[in-house]
T-cell receptor, first 115, second 112 residues
Framework: DAGVIQSPRHEVTEMGQEVTLRCKPI?????LFWYRQTMMRGLELLIY????????DSGMPEDRFSAKMPNASFSTLKIQPSEPRDSAVYFC?????????????FGEGSRLTVL | QKEVEQNSGPLSVPEGAIASLNCTYS??????FFWYRQYSGKSPELIMS????GDKEDGRFTAQLNKASQYVSLLIRDSQPSDSATYLC????????????FGGGTRVLVKP
């Protein structure tokens, strides 16, 4: 299996522009998570899905952020409009639907810089 | 109070010594606990999981869990320079929708 695939790996954009980050989870995994990592705030959970349904989006910072999972093999995280404080590494991760949780498999991350 | 708390470090240990990392969590209903290692510029990778009170050993790593005290720790024996990384504690809570929450991480520096 190719693992969790994220794109783009790096994105540099200007304030006010729309940013779309993409994720392909590991086939057969029921859960998909989006995290944001910064030096100041560490690894923050933004939103996660179970069988394509959003379960908890309480970590989404504000209405500028939205996430979708139209099918089991694809998810997007969109920021519109982007701001410099959104600069961070965004990780997508997936895992099987085990009762005790199980190992979370991370993508390589998308490094976003908003100028 | 943060859901999962760790000392940010850096924790500096000489090569060959034992590194001891601590993590506390706030939700008594949490049932699964994980330690991830993250090298600079890389994504986190799982090194240990523990579900029951007591110790679990895997090579040079030992995880310890005390649910009554809401405390989980990681010991790294015979520390090597390659162990220099940030170690993230993660807590899974089934009752909260199988939510996985990470602590802020402890940076470990192993000096030759």
């Amino acid at each position: 299996d190719a693992g969790v695939i994220q794109s783009p790996r790096h994105e540099v954009t200007e304030m006010g522009q729309e940013v779309t980050l993409r994720c392909k989870p590991i086939s057969g995994h029921d859960y998909l998570f989006w995290y944001r990592q910064t030096m100041m705030r560490g690894l923050e959970l933004l939103i996660y899905f179970n069988n394509n349904v959003p379960i908890d989006d309480s970590g989404m910072p504000e209405d500028r952020f939205s996430a979708k999972m139209p099918n089991a093999s694809f998810s997007t995280l969109k920021i519109q409009p982007s701001e410099p404080r959104d600069s961070a590494v965004y990780f997508c991760a997936s895992r099987p639907g085990l009762v005790l949780g199980g190992e979370l498999f991370f993508g390589e991350g998308s490094r976003l810089t908003v100028l | 109070q943060k859901e999962v708390e760790q000392n940010s470090g850096p924790l500096s240990v000489p090569e060959g010594a034992i590194a001891s990392l601590n993590c506390t969590y706030s939700d008594r209903g949490s049932q699964s606990f994980f330690w991830y290692r993250q090298y600079s510029g890389k994504s986190p990778e799982l090194i240990m999981s523990i579900y029951s009170n007591g110790d679990k050993e895997d090579g040079r790593f030992t995880a310890q869990l005390n649910k009554a005290s809401q405390y989980v720790s990681l010991l790294i024996r015979d520390s090597q320079p390659s162990d220099s990384a940030t170690y993230l504690c993660a807590v899974n809570t089934w009752a909260a929708g199988n939510k996985l929450t990470f602590g802020g991480g402890t940076r470990v520096l192993v000096k030759p």
